[in-house]
């Protein structure tokens, strides 16, 4: 059968007691440490990742800010540009208008001159008649029936 001795039982207890010692050391130290070192370098990557994510929400803000500051200066840019444009038009306008003034103007004294021209001639035309029918009242006898012919003549001339 099997003995149990005190000793054996001391014995047994100072084998694991110097496993036990054993192992803390040689074992459960160093796994200790790598389990701290493995921590410690995921802490730094959340650490890491926490910072970066961070960053891209700031370039994300200033991006964003960007995109509104250039839309606002879009805005602003299309309406100078309207503006001009609408200032370039009411000259252009302008211009056409005292353009268009000008030429009836012009059209208007040509016209009167034109006019004045004819009116001028006409009344050369209308005395040489009217000489050329008092020469030959006077150089001619005074009957009713030269009267009518020269007045036939007058109004015959008159009318071409």
């Known amino acids: 059968m099997i003995q149990i ?9 100072v084998n694991l ?31 890491e990742a926490l910072s970066r994510q ?4 700031e370039l994300k803000n200033s991006y964003e800010q960007k995109l509104i500051g250039a839309e606002s200066e879009r805005k602003q840019i299309l309406a100078e540009a309207r503006k001009h444009a609408d200032g370039e038009y009411q000259n252009i306008l302008a211009d056409a208008k005292s353009e268009a003034s000008q030429i009836h103007k012009d059209a208007v004294a040509a016209a009167e001159h034109e006019k004045k021209e004819i ?16 020469t030959k009242v006077v150089g001619s006898k005074n009957s009713a029936e030269v009267d009518s012919d020269l007045y036939e003549q007058f109004l015959g001339k008159a009318g071409e």
């Open 54 to 57: 961070n960053d891209a929400e």
């Open 119 to 134: 009116i001028g001639s006409a009344r050369k035309e209308i005395a040489q008649l009217i000489v050329d029918a008092t």
């Open 5 to 13: 001795s005190f000793w054996s039982i001391l014995f047994t207890v």
């Open 17 to 47: 007691l110097i496993l036990f010692i054993a192992f803390r050391i040689f074992f459960f130290k160093p796994l200790a440490k790598i389990i701290a070192q493995r921590q410690k370098e995921a802490d730094e990557l959340y650490e």
